[in-house]
T-cell receptor, first 111, second 113 residues
Framework: EPEVTQTPSHQVTQMGQEVILRCVPI?????FYWYRQILGQKVEFLVS????????KSEIFDDQFSVERPDGSNFTLKIRSTKLEDSAMYFC?????????FGPGTRLTVL | QQQVKQSPQSLIVQKGGISIINCAYE??????FPWYQQFPGKGPALLIA?????SEKKEGRFTISFNKSAKQFSLHIMDSQPGDSATYFC????????????FGKGTMLLVSP
């Protein structure tokens, strides 16, 4: 079965630094999402992306966050100036039907 | 309005038993209700999903029961196996699922041998 892949698997950064999390969605999917999961808590929606633009975003997705689909395969999440509270597992998901396929996640640790 | 409440937080079931996890929602506009299974270190994976026009959906050992009037839905795992030990999340979505997922807080299931 095709898979969503994410890199890196673990990212450690200093507070205030910029990070870029990368995702390769399943190739024929049209809808892309980022979610995050703080340790031991529920999965929370950040942003969805369709037809090269943001279709929905949550209140978590403030001006420090941005998404991009720089080419036909990658989908990235950038956090401009990381805060301690950004430490979480970040999941990318993609879909062409209501079934969303999740990647394995990137664990972001902000020190 | 956007919340999905899930219970219990954790559950221990003996091998061969029935695991039952419950969820309740508030937003009557939700029209797609999936259950996701997550193993440690992995992303959530879709297990089974239901739409509000049916009251029950069964796939193998997994059944969703849906009560539209009570705004509740539940996952039943029959003949639970140690390999079912994972965290289970219920979720809800608008637009027949072509929208963001609102997740419950998760249930950590342990099936004892």
């Amino acid at each position: 079965e095709p898979e969503v892949t994410q890199t890196p698997s673990h990212q450690v950064t200093q507070m205030g630094q910029e990070v870029i999390l990368r995702c390769v969605p399943i190739s024929n999917h049209l809808y892309f999402y980022w979610y995050r999961q703080i340790l031991g808590q529920k999965v929370e929606f950040l942003v969805s992306f369709y037809n090269n633009e943001i279709s929905e975003k949550s209140e978590i997705f403030d001006d420090q966050f941005s998404v991009e689909r720089p080419d036909g395969s990658n989908f990235t999440l950038k956090i401009r100036s990381t805060k301690l509270e950004d430490s979480a597992m970040y999941f990318c998901a993609s879909s062409e039907t209501p079934r969303q396929f999740f990647g394995p996640g990137t664990r972001l640790t902000v020190l | 309005q956007q919340q999905v409440k899930q219970s219990p937080q954790s559950l221990i079931v003996q091998k061969g038993g029935i695991s039952i996890i419950n969820c309740a929602y508030e937003n009557t506009a939700f029209d797609y209700f999936p259950w996701y299974q997550q193993f440690p270190g992995k992303g959530p994976a879709l297990l089974i999903a239901i739409r509000p026009d049916v009251s029950e959906k069964k796939e193998g050992r997994f059944t969703i029961s849906f009560n539209k009037s009570a705004k509740q839905f539940s996952l039943h795992i029959m003949d639970s196996q140690p390999g079912d030990s994972a965290t289970y999340f219920c979720a809800a979505s608008l637009n027949s699922g072509y929208s963001t997922l609102t997740f419950g807080k998760g249930t950590m299931l342990l099936v004892s041998p």
